[in-house]
């Protein structure tokens, strides 16, 4: 166990850092956690977190409306999926790159719509950055504050180990019905 919180110490922030390029919500949860044992340091673990997801969802938008004909083939497949973000880009207007933050399912989708529309290009990196700055400050404070509870959860999973699965296929397949039900095509 001690080689693994060595190993997180000398690894832990490279590992954010490119696991925050695409999302990071949970390396940013565990990285709190850490910080609470005392095994990382919270505030370079917010800031790393940070620069990560503000230039990952730089980059998406970035690839999406200069690349296009090589984004569209890697998401040709998730066209339905790019409609429901165009969707939700109508609804809650500049307020989804926000809520976009949270919300695993739509988290590359997002950015990606974004930059397959004629959204400003500076509007988007200016909301970015200041959702990432407020995503970074809820999830890592918040999971330093609930370091103990969390702790206490892993470890009773540790002794249930039957139950992660669970969990995993009851999110997974939560998120994967929503998905194909809001995508799915209404038949008139």
Known sequence: MEDTFTNLETYGYIGLFLYSL???????????????M?????????????VANAIGDILLVYLARYQKSMMMEGVSKHRRKLALAHIYMKKYGSWIILIQKFIYGIKTLIPIAIGLTKYDFKK?????????????????????????????LAESIGNKPWIAPIILVVLGGGLWLYMEMATKKKVK
């Open 124 to 152: 988007f990196i200016v909301l970015n950055i200041g959702s990432s700055a407020i995503w970074v400050f809820i999830v890592g404070f918040g999971s330093y504050y609930s370091g103990s509870i969390l702790i206490k």
């Open 38 to 50: 005392g095994k990382m340091d919270l505030a370079t673990s917010m800031a790393i977190a940070f």
């Open 22 to 36: 695409g999302g990071g919500f949970i390396a940013l949860l565990g990285a709190g956690v850490l910080s609470y």
